[in-house]
């Protein structure tokens, strides 16, 4: 072969292999849609965390890629819109956290990939067919795992004894709420402890919350996975610290902001290993060729100052397990 030729193969191949990319420097850069479900502010880690992961991978903002936002700020009625209105701008890959946002995206497009960052049970609510084989035009990770609720609720006890009666909110609203809920029961019964399930689907229903909370007397609290509950986080933060009781809360950025322990999927993790799932769509991979995946990390964060506060002594067998203690 001559030189001239093997440079050309050479050169060619080593393009070929470069990242999808940098292909995309002679032209418009592909666009992700965010459908996320609360503020922007609220999903900030984690959204930083998928645009990390995207630079990882070798691709440039407004070079690349574009990144289109749809924040519902914990209105779930909305996201079936700004769905619409993502499939009406033509985004390449439609990127969705929780159930209800994967939902309003899969109805409003059966071509345009999604790709699910965090959802709770994607084959129980139908979103896909199975995790291995999901089908259709959407795949991505799930946040869900059975023993989840179980140790929240045994952490609790262990930090706060004697613990038998602990409150519950959950949104009745989220096709997933009602699994949640039985997971905890479940864990409940287990433990001996009795629940005090207090429904939630709306900012407007905090109130009448915060006056079971009062009314019954709970020693204790546990706010179940739902992004509803994270863009009302200070409100939740803010309830706890005047009832004086004990929780743990199904997102880490509660305890950041003064929450007692959150146990539960690392989520900014996720988020991040939903921009490989981008990089193979944009590839040319087909969606429904991509299994869902579980999470991995997992993270215990227990506040020792709010700890102390309401007078709590953390055992050293959960201090030796945290990953995190704030003090």
């Known amino acids: 072969m001559r030189r001239r030729e093997f440079i050309t ?7 070929a292999c470069l990242p999808a990319a940098h292909a995309q420097q002679r032209g418009k850069p592909q666009r992700i849609g965010l459908l996320i479900p609360v503020s922007a502010q609220a999903a900030a880690a984690n959204v930083a965390a998928f645009r990390q992961g995207l630079r990882d991978l070798g691709y440039t903002e407004g070079r690349d890629v574009a990144l289109e936002y749809r924040n519902a700020d914990g209105k779930d009625n909305l996201l079936p819109g700004f769905a619409a209105e993502l499939v009406q701008a033509g985004v390449d890959v439609i990127l969705t956290w929780g159930t209800p946002a994967a ?19 994607p084959t129980g609510t139908g979103i896909v067919q199975s995790l291995a084989r999901p089908g259709g035009n959407i795949t991505g990770l799930t946040s869900i795992a059975l ?27 989220n096709p997933v709420g009602k699994l949640l809920v039985n997971q905890t029961k479940l864990a409940a019964d287990s433990l ?11 900012a407007g229903q905090f109130e009448q919350a915060s006056a079971a909370i009062i009314r019954e ?10 992004t509803l509950f994270l863009d009302n986080q200070s409100r939740i933060l803010d309830m706890v610290a005047k009832a004086r009781i004990p929780a ?6 509660f305890v ?20 490989t799932y981008v990089d193979k ?47």
Do not use: C, H
Request: no cysteine; proline share 9%.
């Open 281 to 327: 769509i944009l590839k040319g991979t087909a969606p429904s060729d991509l299994p869902v995946e579980q999470p991995t990390k997992f993270e215990l964060v227990v506040n020792l100052k709010t700890a102390e506060a309401l007078g709590l002594t953390v055992p050293q067998s959960i201090l030796g397990r945290a990953d995190e203690v704030i003090e």
């Open 256 to 275: 950041d902001a003064g929450g007692l322990m959150y146990y539960g999927p690392n989520y900014p993790d996720l988020f991040r290993r939903a921009a």
């Open 103 to 121: 939902r309003a995206a899969k109805e409003a497009t059966s071509k345009i990939p999604i790709v699910m960052a965090a959802i709770a049970d």
């Open 147 to 173: 023993e989840i609720d179980g140790k929240r609720l045994e952490f609790l006890r262990d930090i706060a004894p004697p613990l038998s009666r602990v409150a519950v909110f959950w949104n009745p609203a």
């Open 192 to 202: 001996g402890l009795e629940l005090l399930l207090i429904p939630i689907q709306e």
């Open 9 to 15: 193969v050479v050169g060619g191949a080593i393009i």
């Open 248 to 253: 743990t809360y199904p997102y880490r950025e």
């Open 217 to 226: 007397r709970p020693n204790g609290l546990t706010v179940n996975s739902d």
